[in-house]
């Protein structure tokens, strides 16, 4: 196991760093919005956000990716910018499928 960590840290330093992020403008113009809004406090499941693990509470932001998975709309713009993929099912998170929407590839 070390000696393929080490192997994958000896090829990372030969290529760089692979972005295969999103551009910011491609993220605003891609990412869904919504309010998060809890029902009942009683019944409340607790629901949290899988980037930075924190519940979500009152009527925080959300972006919804195209899987359908839900992140506070901070924290996926921030992820979604490094690597468009889903952090929790790892399919693409922004399908920009339109030449005019920027990438950082």
Sequence with gaps: MAAGVILLLTLEDRIGNVNTGLSEEAVIKCLKHRRYLLFSEENASKEFCSTCQDEYVGEDELGTLGCGHDFHAACIKQWIRCKNL????KATGLNTMDPNIPTNL
Aim: net charge neutral.
């Design 86 to 89: 889903c952090p929790v099912c």
